[in-house]
């Protein structure tokens, strides 16, 4: 259980290894919409409503089902998530 420092919202955040985006975030008080992550069951990332953008990913991803790692660079609202969601 490594602790890992991520760039959210241009906010250096820590966090731990096996937690996923989604967690991180809200463990910091960075606000994320969710509507199909519920405590205690699995995410499938369905909803789609808690993307975010990833540096060098190519299309946003689920903040809920992708895993964090150190050094990531995450965006949680932009015009273009806005629009996504």
Not at 55 to 83: F, I, N
């Amino acid at each position: 259980m490594s602790e890992i420092t991520l760039t959210i919202n241009g906010r250096q955040v820590k966090g731990k290894e096996e937690d996923t985006v989604l967690e991180i975030c809200q463990s910091n008080g960075i606000d994320v919409p969710t509507l199909c992550h519920l405590d205690g069951l699995s995410d499938v990332g369905a909803c789609r409503m808690c993307v975010v953008e990833i540096e060098r990913e190519r299309r946003p991803v689920p903040a809920c089902t992708y895993p964090a790692r150190d050094g990531l660079v995450v965006k949680t609202s932009t015009e273009q998530l806005e629009k996504y969601r």
